[in-house]
């Protein structure tokens, strides 16, 4: 048989290859790193709020154990319907290459930045300790707003900010609680039904996800008093724990420490230490003053990645964390330098004995 002459059965060895292909596993996907993770909220959560046409806050679904939220406050709600979690792969976009946006690396922070945030370390080291039971949750109270855009694109715009309540279970493996207005109080943390599918064409059979340990960026109120005080071993273990793929990963350490801020209640020496820990990190800046969702004017340290600047609000007399913005630093197609991508402000955290239940006193 010469080389021009077309092999037996060449078709059939054709479908049977691509028959066996679809039978294959899908290759790997890597798991989009903290900082994207944080993108792709903010992303999802403009979208979905200018498509509600109401302003009221959209909730990202979340699967498995949704226990904290991720910057800024934002809690996910449980999932909604079934998952079918084999042979589907959700893909984060890459992260923005180089130069496409300022990213603060290199330099250390800044002697301002660092005498604010030891400012604010003494302060935590010297307040109440949290008197949340293992029984009980952690109640926090804030307010949030988050910008939106139109479904035609747009410029992003920033709804008035309204009231939002949360009750986490103290060692995370109880039901907690959102409530926020004009909406049903969502249950957090409880799992739907999830459904693994073994090949195209079978029959999905029920089952069940196993829960994500507590860590710094699935924290429970019982894992953050177990964090490291000194704060050259905390930042090491927050680093190793949002280490993971692309990205600045000074910036990642950032977004998980004011996360842990605005979204626990550590014991004073573990508050202490986070706010020394972000004293290490490099490019953290001083803004003279920013204000946070209720109005209150601050000094702020901040850092930029990738065009957006994350604040972190203190009060200028006691030190106390008042709350977070995030803004653009340069045009995009979702506005011109300046403008507020999202606010909040801690306005209360307490224990309460159960969910839906306000602390007393």
Known sequence: MNASTPRPHADADALLRAELTELLPPPPVPEPTAERTEHLRHTVLRTALAASGDGATARPVRAGRPRQGLRLGWIAAPMAACAVVAGVAVLAPRDAPAGSGRV???????????????????????????????????????????AGRGADGGTAALPPAHQREVWLSADGRRPGLLREPGAADTELGSEGPVYEVDRPGATPRKTTLEAAPPSVTNPTHAYVATLPTDPAVL???IREQTGAGQGDPDQRAFTAIGTLLSETWAPPKVTSALYEAAARIPGVTVLPSAKDAAGREGVAVARTAHGEQTQWIFDRTTSAFLGERT?????????????????????????????????KG
């Open 104 to 146: 603060s690396v290199g330099q250390p922070a800044s002697p301002e930045a660092v005498r604010i945030l030891s400012g604010a370390a003494l302060a935590a080291a010297a307040a109440p300790a949290p008197n949340v039971p293992a029984t009980g949750y952690l109640y926090v109270r804030s307010l949030v707003a988050h």
């Open 235 to 237: 930042l090491r273990l």
């Open 327 to 359: 803004v653009l630093t340069e045009t995009t197609s979702a506005g011109s330098a300046g403008t507020v991508l999202g606010v909040s402000a801690v306005l209360a955290k307490a224990a309460a004995a159960a969910p839906g239940e306000l602390p």
